[in-house]
């Protein structure tokens, strides 16, 4: 209760951050969550919170973490909001809550700079002079820098493959007997994170350090007495790729490269080390012209009946086998082939496993395409390990999104990662939908099967893009379906056509704000993360109901699994998904009081079909609209603001 009391007396009219922020305004329902955040830290107990946008849940779980005073882990769904925590939040919020311990941002170890990796990479033959300057770029920065984040290093791109080179992959890691061990950063951020009250850390390294502690491999993180998962709705997958595991073509290739790398430095005259690895490059290739040239995912049942993806994959393995053989002999010789041996077997191994193993609680399945493959293991439930581990390290944890409920209800959600007692709340938002925008659900759309689904849709659209000027978010289920309207609109826009994939996001964000009458293509990476406020955006346009492809292999190994469990794989696991994707998506319209715009779903089963009202209810609570005529009366005002 004490701590409750603090925590209004911060965020009420008059309060601690009234008197340090200017221009903040109280929002009672930010002042509901972060009460009965406190309350679940407190009683060390469970807390699903779903905050609409605008609630102002980053303080309402931020404030009372820190009045607590205890040890926090804030887990974000990505790298870019992590930064914003850390670079923005928390900061002003040490001050007021007058926090003394260490605030400390952490990722996983590739994040950071091997020194020993960039005096090896000096010292090896480069692609260009422009990896060779980039190099010198990372050793004038590696001299200033505190913490070897490689994302500090702005002179180069973050996807730049010249960080693969000299960042601290844990294959390479040679920390026994390392010369440059006292300069190593990945160690030295460990120990921080140990030491720090606030550790921030993203959901990818939270899920890592989940596998290794459910394989019983030790931890990569502290144990925290209050644990919060900020975007909350991505954990589940996330978790279900960690506590799974994958080999591709990329991981194959890139070891045949360090084999080939490690045996010119350490032993230059085995000979028959460099053909074996060529004949295992030469089964690579096979086993992706098996899989065929076009992009596709495929199930078990599917592989299983191609004889010749089988048999080229056994002698892959087989080559993979016997390189493990040779490279047991040649450890002794140094440590990158003593690394890559390693790796080598970790590999055969998994591949066995892939092969193999024929356990009902996972999915073996693969995705292809011309250039490269993937086989994955993937368990259809997240919710045993996580629940073992969350009550093995204990204290309160706190889950929160805009998009955690169907219809007000958490049941989907909880059951994805054990959470079954978990107290569960939700703040709708303060935003004025009624007032602030509208549903244009145009009438007469054929069903999204129809092969003119995609320009019939635009032809509806046309209107509102005309008398928006642009301004405007077209968000896809598939990228088909973008490159269909792309196609479309390269022959009839005039303005800016902005497009997923040509330029990083960021890049397309600030130029769909700064450009005039710029159109934004995208699929489901702009379905949420992506905020712009203000008249730059007044409209947003959704193709389709975000229902997973039928033939998904994961979507079919799932809804298989909850049939022999006596439910509904379409109400149980499709419909929740879909309801929670295209909340995300319509989340995209309104960011703020001052907002106003037109949210258009196409997609005609909302209205025809019986699930589409569970879907709706759980929208905003925009008026809709089915003739053109009110959608544009709302654009044309604003255009009449301007």
Same mark, same amino acid.
């Given at each position: 209760?004490?701590?409750?009391?603090?925590?209004?007396?911060?965020?009420?009219?008059?309060?601690?951050?009234?008197?340090?922020?200017?221009?903040?305004?109280?929002?009672?329902?930010?002042?509901?969550?972060?009460?009965?955040?406190?309350?679940?830290?407190?009683?060390?107990?469970?807390?699903?919170?779903?905050?609409?946008?605008?609630?102002?849940?980053?303080?309402? *779980?931020?404030?009372?973490?820190?009045?607590?005073?205890?040890?926090?882990?804030?887990?974000?769904?990505?790298?870019?909001?992590?930064?914003?925590?850390?670079?923005?939040?928390?900061?002003?919020?040490?001050?007021?809550?007058?926090?003394?311990?260490?605030?400390?941002?952490?990722?996983?170890?590739?994040? %950071?700079?091997?020194?020993?990796?960039?005096?090896?990479?000096?010292?090896?033959?480069?692609?260009?002079?422009?990896?060779?300057?980039?190099?010198?770029?990372? &050793?004038?920065?590696?001299?200033?820098?505190?913490?070897?984040? /490689?994302?500090?290093?702005?002179?180069?791109?973050?996807?730049?493959?010249?960080?693969?080179?000299?960042?601290?992959?844990?294959?390479?890691?040679?920390?026994?007997?390392?010369?440059?061990?006292?300069?190593?950063? %990945?160690?030295?951020?460990?120990?921080?994170?140990?030491?720090?009250?606030?550790?921030?850390?993203?959901?990818?390294?939270?899920?890592?350090?989940?596998?290794?502690?459910?394989?019983?491999?030790? $931890?990569?993180?502290?144990?925290?007495?209050?644990?919060?998962?900020? $975007?909350?709705?991505?954990?589940?997958?996330?978790?279900?790729?960690?506590?799974?595991?994958?080999?591709?073509?990329?991981?194959?290739?890139?070891?045949?490269?360090?084999?080939?790398?490690?045996?010119?430095?350490?032993?230059?005259?085995?000979? @028959?080390?460099?053909?074996?690895?060529?004949?295992?490059?030469?089964?690579?290739?096979?086993?992706?012209?098996?899989?065929?040239?076009?992009?596709? &995912?495929?199930?078990?049942?599917?592989?299983?009946?191609?004889?010749?993806?089988?048999?080229?994959?056994?002698?892959? /393995?087989?080559?993979?086998?016997?390189?493990?053989?040779?490279?047991?002999?040649?450890?002794?010789?140094?440590?990158?082939?003593?690394?890559?041996?390693?790796?080598?077997?970790?590999?055969?191994?998994?591949?066995?496993?892939?092969? $193999?193993?024929?356990?009902?609680?996972?999915?073996?399945?693969?995705?292809?395409?011309?250039?490269?493959?993937?086989?994955?293991?993937?368990?259809?439930?997240?919710?045993?390990?996580?629940?073992?581990?969350?009550?093995?390290?204990?204290?309160?944890?706190?889950?929160?999104?805009?998009?955690?409920?169907? &219809?007000?209800?958490?049941? *989907?959600?909880?059951?994805?990662?054990?959470?079954?007692?978990?107290?569960?709340?939700?703040?709708?938002?303060?935003?004025? %939908?009624?007032?602030?925008?509208?549903? *244009?659900?145009?009438?007469?759309?054929?069903?999204?099967?129809?092969?003119?689904?995609?320009?019939?849709?635009?032809?509806?659209?046309?209107? /509102?893009?005309?008398?928006?000027?642009?301004?405007?978010?077209?968000?896809?289920?598939?990228?088909?379906?973008?490159?269909?309207?792309?196609?479309?609109?390269?022959?009839?826009?005039?303005?800016?056509?902005?497009?997923?994939?040509?330029?990083?996001?960021?890049?397309?964000?600030?130029?769909?704000?700064?450009?005039?009458?710029?159109?934004?293509?995208?699929?489901?990476?702009?379905?949420?993360?992506?905020?712009?406020?203000?008249?730059?955006?007044?409209?947003?346009?959704?193709?389709?109901?975000?229902?997973?492809?039928?033939?998904?292999?994961?979507?079919?190994?799932?809804?298989? *699994?909850?049939?022999?469990?006596?439910?509904?794989?379409?109400?149980?696991?499709?419909?929740?998904?879909?309801?929670?994707?295209?909340?995300?998506?319509?989340?995209?319209?309104?960011?703020?009081?001052? @907002?106003?715009?037109?949210?258009?779903?196409?997609?005609?089963?909302?209205?025809?079909?019986?699930?589409?009202?569970?879907?709706?209810?759980?929208?905003?609570?925009?008026?809709?609209?089915?003739?053109?005529?009110?959608?544009?009366?709302?654009?044309?005002?604003?255009?009449?603001?301007?």
């Amino acid at each position: 209760m004490a701590l409750q009391n603090e925590v209004k007396a911060f965020l009420k009219e008059g309060g601690g951050l009234a008197n340090t922020i200017e221009g903040f305004g109280v929002r009672d329902a930010q002042i509901d969550m972060a009460l009965q955040i406190a309350q679940a830290i407190e009683a060390e107990s469970t807390l699903i919170a779903e905050a609409g946008t605008g609630t102002g849940k980053t303080f309402a *779980y931020l404030i009372p973490a820190l009045l607590s005073g205890k040890k926090i882990i804030v887990s974000t769904a990505t790298k870019t909001l992590q930064q914003q925590l850390v670079d923005k939040d928390l900061p002003l919020l040490k001050k007021v809550c007058g926090l003394k311990g260490q605030i400390v941002l952490f990722k996983g170890r590739e994040n %950071y700079l091997c020194s020993q990796r960039l005096a090896l990479a000096e010292t090896q033959e480069q692609n260009n002079k422009s990896d060779w300057q980039k190099l010198s770029d990372i &050793r004038d920065w590696s001299d200033k820098t505190k913490t070897g984040d /490689l994302a500090e290093c702005v002179q180069i791109e973050e996807s730049d493959p010249i960080w693969r080179k000299v960042c601290a992959r844990l294959e390479f890691c040679q920390a026994v007997g390392c010369q440059k061990e006292a300069d190593c950063f %990945y160690p030295q951020m460990k120990q921080k994170a140990s030491e720090a009250q606030v550790l921030v850390v993203n959901h990818h390294l939270f899920c890592a350090d989940l596998a290794l502690r459910e394989q019983g491999f030790g $931890e990569l993180l502290p144990n925290a007495d209050v644990t919060i998962f900020d $975007e909350a709705h991505q954990l589940p997958d996330i978790a279900a790729q960690f506590l799974g595991f994958s080999v591709s073509r990329h991981q194959l290739d890139e070891l045949c490269r360090d084999i080939k790398q490690a045996k010119a430095e350490e032993s230059p005259e085995s000979d @028959d080390l460099i053909d074996r690895v060529n004949l295992l490059a030469e089964q690579i290739k096979l086993v992706n012209e098996a899989l065929g040239k076009w992009e596709k &995912r495929w199930t078990w049942q599917q592989l299983s009946s191609t004889d010749v993806f089988l048999v080229s994959l056994k002698r892959l /393995l087989n080559h993979l086998g016997a390189l493990a053989d040779h490279l047991k002999g040649l450890e002794e010789r140094g440590k990158l082939l003593a690394a890559v041996a390693k790796r080598t077997q970790e590999m055969e191994k998994q591949l066995k496993a892939w092969l $193999e193993t024929e356990k009902e609680t996972e999915v073996r399945w693969a995705e292809s395409s011309q250039a490269r493959f993937k086989l994955n293991m993937t368990p259809l439930s997240v919710a045993e390990p996580f629940k073992r581990q969350r009550e093995s390290i204990g204290g309160a944890w706190i889950f929160t999104s805009a998009t955690l409920s169907v &219809r007000n209800q958490f049941d *989907y959600f909880q059951q994805r990662l054990g959470l079954y007692t978990a107290q569960t709340a939700v703040w709708p938002s303060p935003f004025d %939908y009624a007032k602030q925008g509208v549903v *244009y659900h145009p009438v007469g759309l054929p069903e999204p099967r129809d092969p003119d689904y995609i320009k019939i849709c635009l032809r509806a659209a046309w209107p /509102l893009l005309k008398v928006s000027q642009g301004r405007a978010f077209l968000l896809f289920t598939s990228f088909r379906a973008l490159g269909e309207a792309q196609a479309i609109l390269q022959k009839h826009w005039s303005g800016p056509l902005l497009v997923q994939g040509e330029a990083p996001k960021n890049l397309l964000l600030e130029r769909f704000k700064s450009e005039e009458s710029a159109l934004l293509l995208g699929t489901s990476s702009f379905w949420e993360g992506v905020d712009v406020k203000g008249k730059a955006l007044q409209l947003v346009i959704i193709d389709r109901i975000p229902f997973s492809p039928p033939d998904d292999p994961l979507v079919q190994a799932r809804e298989s *699994y909850l049939k022999q469990k006596g439910l509904n794989g379409f109400a149980h696991f499709q419909l929740p998904e879909a309801v929670m994707a295209l909340k995300q998506g319509s989340g995209r319209l309104i960011r703020d009081q001052t @907002d106003r715009g037109v949210l258009m779903l196409c997609d005609p089963r909302l209205t025809t079909k019986r699930y589409g009202q569970s879907i709706i209810d759980s929208l905003p609570n925009f008026p809709w609209v089915f003739e053109p005529e009110q959608a544009l009366d709302l654009l044309n005002a604003q255009q009449d603001i301007e």
